[in-house]
């Protein structure tokens, strides 16, 4: 989790963007200690901080900050996320980050896809060598039901 975090950082203070935010130092903790769990799938970690970026951002537009509006994009990105099947709990909260730190419509792209990415890279590179397990981890295929 450390070296994910501290090149998130690093990127960021490279690109003087705030990469590393909170939501993604849950994404790290839950990838690299539980790499099985289907939240923590490639596709729902950069999906789902996008899509709870991209609600915030629209939220804030619409309704200004404060805590109504963070309730509401929290709410609406998590059923967003469900709809698209890219539900990754930490990513929710990505979508307070994105009205608290007042996100322009780049926010979804710039940090969100950027520190996201990075974090899926990194633990696909890391996983083998410090776990001694793959990320992402293999889904056992269905085999269709014979009939005796």
């Not at 950082?9 to 200690?33: E, N, Q, R, V, W």
């Not at 397990?133 to 269709?144: D, I, N, S």
């Amino acid at each position: 989790m450390f070296c994910s975090a501290i090149l998130v950082a690093a990127i960021g203070k490279a690109l003087d963007m705030p990469l590393l935010i909170a939501p993604f130092l849950a994404t790290a903790a839950l990838k690299h200690s539980a790499p099985h769990l289907p939240g923590v799938a490639p596709r729902r970690v950069i999906g789902g901080h996008f899509v709870g970026a991209s609600t915030g951002v629209a939220v804030g537009a619409l309704l200004g900050g404060g805590g109504l509006s963070v309730a509401i994009a929290a709410s609406v990105a998590a059923v967003a996320m469900m709809s698209l099947d890219v539900l990754h709990a930490p990513a929710v909260a990505t979508a307070s980050v994105a009205i608290q730190n007042h996100g322009d419509h780049w926010f979804p792209i710039t940090v969100v896809l950027i520190g996201a990415a990075t974090l899926v890279a990194t633990t696909v590179v890391l996983s083998p060598l410090l776990h001694g397990r793959r990320y992402p981890v293999a889904r056992p295929t269905l085999e269709p039901a014979t009939n005796p």
